[in-house]
């Protein structure tokens, strides 16, 4: 039988305390950020917010050309953003949640490069007529390219504050690591 655990120092839990603390807020500000764009169209068509509502949907013009004709409705409003920045921001919220794949340092430029290639081959696709403006291939590429940002930069962190074992990676890491 092996011995018990020796107890932990209590400043290292006390480190570990806030650094999980700091993740989660993290996690829960890129959550919010990333679902914002798509709920703000329904506050403002079922809430009174006029001018604040105004002023929040203007928070997005610099970061998006938010034509008329990619840009999905709800409530009568239209989203802040266009349907592939809009997906960048679901995947900013979801990769916030899943963290999955816990990609490491080597791979996160190759899956930005398989993601980025998808979503500019869908750009060309719909520019050169191939198909016309989908919505769903603009969210989903869209979300790719957010996923990938967020779940990276979270398992960085997780990483860096030694706040998770490594996990058999399965082709998506750097190698088979197993957990101790």
């Given at each position: 039988m092996?011995?018990?655990?020796?107890?932990?120092?209590?400043?290292?839990?006390?480190?570990?305390?806030?650094?999980?603390?700091?993740?989660?807020?993290?996690?829960?500000?890129?959550?919010?950020?990333?679902?914002?764009?798509?709920?703000l169209p329904l506050a403002r068509g079922y809430l009174p917010l006029g001018a604040v509502g105004t002023i929040l949907d203007g928070l997005f013009i610099a970061s998006c050309h938010r034509l008329p004709s990619r840009t999905l409705h709800f409530a009568g409003h239209a989203m802040p953003l266009c349907s592939r920045c809009g997906g960048i921001y679901l995947g900013l919220a979801l990769g916030a949640?899943?963290?999955?794949?816990?990609?490491?340092?080597?791979r996160i430029p190759l899956a930005?490069?398989?993601?980025?290639?998808?979503?500019?081959?869908?750009?060309?696709?719909q520019d050169l007529g191939w198909h016309p403006m989908w919505h769903s291939?603009?969210?989903?590429?869209?979300?790719?390219?957010?996923?990938?940002?967020?779940?990276s930069f979270v398992a960085a962190l997780m990483r860096a504050r030694g706040l998770a074992?490594?996990?058999?990676?399965?082709?998506?890491?750097?190698?088979?690591?197993?957990?101790?």
């Open positions: 092996p011995a018990p655990a020796a107890p932990q120092d209590p400043r290292e839990r006390e480190r570990r305390d806030l650094a999980h603390q700091a993740l989660a807020i993290v996690r829960v500000g890129l959550v919010l950020v990333g679902t914002f764009p798509w709920w949640v899943l963290v999955w794949p816990r990609l490491s340092g080597r930005f490069g398989v993601t980025g290639a998808l979503m500019l081959l869908d750009v060309i696709a291939t603009r969210i989903v590429t869209g979300l790719l390219v957010g996923w990938t940002a967020s779940s074992h490594p996990r058999r990676q399965n082709g998506w890491g750097d190698g088979p690591h197993e957990r101790p």
